[in-house]
């Protein structure tokens, strides 16, 4: 499907190197006028390619990073870290919060239990225990009583 890569022996190989012709300064025509500050004048090359053209230019200079901004007083981290932290205790202190309203709710239930077991086993131990006086009615001596085909006169 692809063609077979050629083999050539590294001595088949030629090598063109093209080197710039520098343009002799009679034929240079003048550059035009760029105002520069003064003790600075840009140099001007000149070179002729291969093909004949010629290309005139100024030397451009290496390019200069931006100045570093300067940083703040207190490195980012350590601001995430004082935030962590205030994050961390308001954390603690919301279950502590919470851990103390649990305690005093369990507290508060134990109690009402409490109170309801001394309440119904006082009413408890009154209706057991209650007073030995009659509440009414009409008591019967049993051994007094006469009974007579399955009827009860007393």
Request: glycine share 10%.
């Amino acid at each position: 499907m692809y063609p077979e890569p050629a083999r050539h022996a590294p001595a088949e190989r030629a090598v063109t190197a093209y080197q710039p012709t520098p343009i002799p300064p009679a034929a240079v025509h003048p550059a035009p006028v760029v105002p520069v500050q003064p003790g600075h004048a840009p140099a001007v090359a000149s070179i002729v390619l291969p093909d004949g053209r010629i290309v005139t230019g100024y030397a451009i200079d290496a390019v200069r990073p931006e100045p570093v901004t300067a940083k703040p007083a207190v490195s980012r981290a350590a601001v995430n870290v004082a935030l962590g932290g205030v994050g961390f205790l308001a954390v603690c202190g919301g279950l502590l919060l919470i851990t103390s309203f649990i305690a005093a709710l369990t507290a508060f239930v134990t109690q009402l239990i409490i109170l309801a077991a001394v309440i119904f086993g006082g009413w408890i131990a009154v209706q057991v225990l209650g007073a030995g006086g009659h509440k009414g009615g009409t008591t019967v001596n049993i051994r007094r009583a006469v009974i007579k085909r399955n009827h009860f006169h007393g």
